[in-house]
């Protein structure tokens, strides 16, 4: 008994020092490494990288080689590119849990960047939905640069009444909110939806699309952005720092939550019998260890003690049918995208400083010239 007894404890001890051991392995910051030469033959253009992990400063504009179109891929020309919160969760590489695949210490990857809109300059074999010239919008790795290199997937056609900078900040926004209201929400005509963090870069596409979707919407933002919000098509608009809307006599059939900031229990309040609250994001929350994984985890521990359905969710912005979908909204004018601030490419730091910062009015942009 004693022997068992010690070598449970040994197996303890173990098992902490390992975790011990992980969780400082995962929270260290290694010194940058140098960037490797080009080749004198090289075909260049610029691109912001990082290659360490750290604030707004590890982002720097470099001259790194042009890429060439692989079979079945695209060369493509980027017009502008637009910022996420997802882009400066890996510009910190946090939460940490993320570096077990991004990189120990430091980015496995030095390319940083997903939404961007531009034009196809290269095609390889095998590409068949887009040619030569075409103006498009997407997603693809390392979007903060002068050109990529994308397979079809997660690509659609720039509708002609929309700018490149409007359709740069519309994937991972846009399909967000497509997907939370239409896949989760199951919204539909007749229904009322409250849109809390309604002039952000989900909220603006969320209040559009439930109107989209045959909604009645409610807007919750600050006093400044009000007269933005009701623009966009919202029959109501409550200013929070001056009412709290879970106090309101209102009952709704959904609450979209594009900033997370409040109390679960809160939302009760004003759902209908059969609502549903539907989380996509933990603001602009740069806590280390959780980060956006917090509201999930959130709700998975709080649902046996609530009486609504609760869903967190991370969009899947690679959904070229959803992207199709969002550019015929734009196409019949149903969603006018909302840019806030465009910087240039030197400028991105800046731009993630005011992205980070969390008062945002719909997306911030980054232009290539």
Same mark, same amino acid.
């Given at each position: 008994m004693r022997v068992a007894k010690r070598i449970a404890g040994w197996g303890l001890g173990l098992l902490v020092a390992a975790v011990a051991a992980l969780a400082i392995a995962l929270a260290h910051n290694a010194s940058p490494a140098p960037a490797a030469p080009l080749p004198a033959t090289a075909v260049r253009m610029k691109a912001i990288v990082y290659r360490e992990y750290g604030g707004p400063a590890v982002l720097r504009l470099e001259q790194i080689a042009k890429p060439t179109p692989a079979a079945n891929e695209l060369l493509i020309k980027v017009h502008d590119a637009a910022l996420n919160p997802l882009d400066f969760h890996y510009m910190r590489g946090s939460p940490y849990i993320m570096r077990m695949q991004i990189g120990?210490?430091?980015p496995k990857s030095s390319r940083i960047g997903v939404d961007f809109s531009g034009t196809v300059e290269a095609i390889g074999p095998g590409?068949?939905?887009f040619k030569v010239g075409d103006a498009i919008f997407g997603t693809a790795d390392g979007a903060l640069a002068e050109y990529v290199t994308s397979t079809e997937v997660g690509l659609a056609l720039k509708p002609d009444n929309i700018s490149f900078a409007q359709a740069a900040g519309v994937p991972v926004?846009? /399909?967000t909110a497509l997907q939370g209201l239409r896949d989760y929400a199951h919204v539909g005509p007749g229904m009322k939806v409250l849109v809390n963090g309604a002039s952000g870069g989900v909220g603006t596409f969320a209040v559009q699309?439930?109107?989209s979707l045959g909604a009645e919407v409610t807007a919750v933002c600050s006093t400044r952005n009000l007269e933005l919000v009701r623009s966009l098509g919202a @029959?109501? /608009?409550i200013d929070y720092t001056r009412?709290?809307?879970?106090?309101? @006599?209102e009952r709704y059939d959904v609450v979209f939550d594009a900033v997370n900031n409040r109390a679960l229990r809160d939302y009760e309040r004003i759902l209908v019998p059969k609502g549903i609250v539907v989380l996509v994001g933990a603001g602009p929350s740069i806590e280390p260890w959780l980060g956006p994984l917090e509201g999930m985890i959130k709700v998975r521990l709080m649902t046996p003690f609530? $009486? $609504? %359905?609760f869903v967190s969710f991370f969009a899947d912005a690679n959904r070229t049918a959803d992207l199709d979908t969002l550019g015929e909204l734009m196409r019949t004018g149903k969603v006018v995208p /909302?840019?806030?601030?465009?910087? %240039?490419l030197a400028d991105a730091s800046a731009g993630m400083t005011y992205l980070e910062a969390g008062h945002a009015r719909g997306k911030v942009i980054i232009a290539m010239e």
């Open positions: 120990m210490g430091a590409v068949r939905r926004a846009g /399909v699309i439930a109107r @029959s109501r /608009v009412e709290d809307f879970t106090r309101d @006599s609530l $009486h $609504h %359905p /909302v840019v806030d601030r465009t910087y %240039p």
